[in-house]
């Protein structure tokens, strides 16, 4: 497959991203008379930190574990980082992520945005960017954790990969 074919659908998804997403953020926040709602807030105003299994579409032998810290920005903005170490026929892999989050009025669903390095034992270090769209399901049993899952494509070297994401976050503070 060629770079470009594999490049264009993960840049139109970044662009899409980053101009539909803001705008109709603050839409729905006009619709409700300009703030959100106090419940809408505390679904996303406290800092989370997580771990993840991330299995890699295009090397279905690829199993990794990842973990990240959600630091909230706004309500319904959120910094990333994170990083993810996987095995493929005994080699390892990581990939450090810097993301922005936009979050729904609700909490739930998100969209991300972000920069990716890519590294390998005995490669080169790779950078590129990061798009995906997720899911932050309920809270567990009046617990502070809170499942997820997400689908994203890491444009890196000419190639996209779909990588498929589930895991945990804990919440710190009020929730």
């Known amino acids: ?12 998804l970044l662009v899409v991203s980053a101009v539909a997403l803001p705008s109709a953020v603050p839409r729905a926040v ?3 008379g300009g703030r959100p709602t106090q ?3 505390e679904r996303t105003a406290s800092a989370s930190a997580g771990v993840r299994a991330t299995y890699s579409a295009d090397r279905p032998e690829a199993w ?8 909230p920005i706004d309500w319904n903005i959120a910094a990333e980082p994170s990083v993810d170490v996987w095995s493929v026929n005994g080699h390892s892999w990581w990939q450090a992520n810097a993301d922005l989050l936009a979050l729904d009025r609700r909490g ?3 969209a991300r945005v972000g920069l990716a390095v890519l590294g390998h034992h005995d490669a080169d270090t790779k950078y590129g960017v990061n798009a995906g769209l997720g899911s932050d ?3 567990l049993l009046e617990t502070p954790l809170r499942p997820f899952a997400e689908v994203r494509w890491t444009a890196i070297d000419g190639r996209a990969p779909l990588r498929v994401l589930v895991g945990a976050n804990f919440a710190f503070g009020k929730r």
């Open 30 to 32: 006009r619709a409700q």
């Open 39 to 41: 419940l809408q807030v």
């Open 64 to 71: 990794g574990w990842g973990a990240q810290v959600r630091i």
């Open 137 to 139: 399901l309920p809270y």
């Open 1 to 12: 497959m060629s770079r470009r074919l594999v490049v264009r659908p993960v840049l139109a």
């Open 108 to 110: 739930w669903f998100y």
